[in-house]
C-alpha cells in the first residue's frame, strides 16, 4: 500500500480528491490517499503552495513532493526539503494558458480596444498588419513558453524565443544569453513573459530592457510579477513608451485596491487566472510520477534546485 499524503489543503482537496482516486485506479496504483496520514507515514506527498505545510523534515519515508503547482518559486528554496521536488506539467493547464496568451495577443494585434472604443456611427477604417508582419518575442520556452510560441507561430506570427539553454523549435527564432534578450527586446511588438521567478530573472524587465522594446510596444505577463519593475513599467506606460501591459500576476496578490496599475488606462489586470491546474489531467500527471517512483524510474518534471526551476 502506497500512502500518499495530501498536503494540499481543503480547498484543493475537494476539487482533486475523486480525481486522483480515480487516476491512481487507471494508473494501477494500490494507493491509500488522506489529508491526515502522518509525517513518517507518507510515502509521497501532494503539495501545493500556503496550504500550512512548510517542515518537510518529519517525512522521512517521503520519496517525492509532488506540486500541483508549475511556479515553485515559494518552495524551492526550503531547507528542510531534501526530497525530491516535481513541479506540475499539466496538459490542461498548458491548454488554458495557450489559450490567455493567444486571446491577448489577438486582442492587441487586430486592436480590438480601437474598435470597442469606436462605436458611435463613424466609418474610421483602421486595417491591421497581417500576423506575418507582426513581432512577437517569447521569453521563457518551457512547458509553457514553447506550447504559447508554437501556436502564435501558427497564427504567422513572427516569434523569437528566449532561453536559458539553446533550443531548436521550428518554426520559432530561439535566442540565448544576455545579447540575445536583447535582440528579442528589440524587435518585440507583443512581449509575452513565461520565465519562472528565480534570483536571475527577478526585475529581469527593468527600465533598461523596457527601453530597448521598439515604442509602443506591448507586454503580456503571465509568468510572475516580480519578473518585472513595476516602477519602469509604470514609467514606460505613462511616457507611451510601452503601449499597454495585460497583466495576470502580481508582487502581491491579490493586486492591493490602491495600487496604480487598478485603473490605469494603459494597463489591463487580470486576477490569476491565465492557466489553473485542471484537476483531471493534473491527477493523472501525479500518478505517472508515483507509478515511475514505485517503478524505479526517473521522475518526471523534476524542479533544478540549484537553478531555482
Ligand atoms: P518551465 O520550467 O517549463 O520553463 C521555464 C523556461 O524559462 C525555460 O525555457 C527556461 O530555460 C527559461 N528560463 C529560466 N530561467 C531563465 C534565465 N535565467 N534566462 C533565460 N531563460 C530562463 O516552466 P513553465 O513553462 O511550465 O512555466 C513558466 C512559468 O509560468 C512558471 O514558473 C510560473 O511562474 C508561470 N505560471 C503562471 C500561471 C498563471 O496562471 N499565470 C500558471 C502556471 C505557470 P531552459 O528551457 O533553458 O531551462
Known sequence: MIRVLFAAGPQNWAEYEAPLRAAFAEAGLDADLSPDHAPGQADYIVYAPKAG???????????????????VETIVGNQTLIQPLARM????L?????EWVAGHTLRHHLNIDHCLAHQSGAWVRHIPPLARD??????????????????????NFRVTGWARGRKDIPGIECQSGRDGLDAVLRRSEILVLLLPLTPV???????????????????????RGALIDDDALLAALDSGHVGHATLDVFRT????????????????????????????????????????????????????RGAGY
Open 53 to 71: 505545510l512548510e517542515d518537510f523534515r518529519p517525512f522521512t519515508r517521503c520519496k517525492a513532493v509532488l506540486s500541483l503547482w508549475a511556479g
Open 89 to 92: 506539467v499539466d496538459p490542461g
Open 94 to 98: 498548458t491548454e488554458g494558458m495557450v
Open 134 to 155: 507582426r513581432h512577437v518575442g517569447v521569453l521563457g520556452l518551457g512547458a509553457l513558453g514553447t506550447a504559447c510560441a508554437r501556436t502564435l507561430a501558427m497564427l
Open 201 to 223: 530573472t527577478r526585475n529581469l524587465i527593468d527600465e533598461r530592457a523596457l527601453s530597448l522594446l521598439p515604442r509602443g510596444a506591448v507586454i503580456l505577463n503571465p509568468g
Open 253 to 304: 496578490e491579490p493586486l492591493p485596491p490602491e495600487h496604480p496599475f487598478w485603473g490605469h488606462p494603459r494597463v489591463t489586470v487580470t486576477p490569476h487566472i491565465a492557466a489553473e491546474t485542471r484537476p483531471d489531467s493534473a491527477a493523472r500527471v501525479i500518478a505517472e510520477n508515483i507509478r515511475r517512483g514505485e517503478a524505479g524510474l526517473p521522475f518526471l518534471h523534476l524542479v533544478d
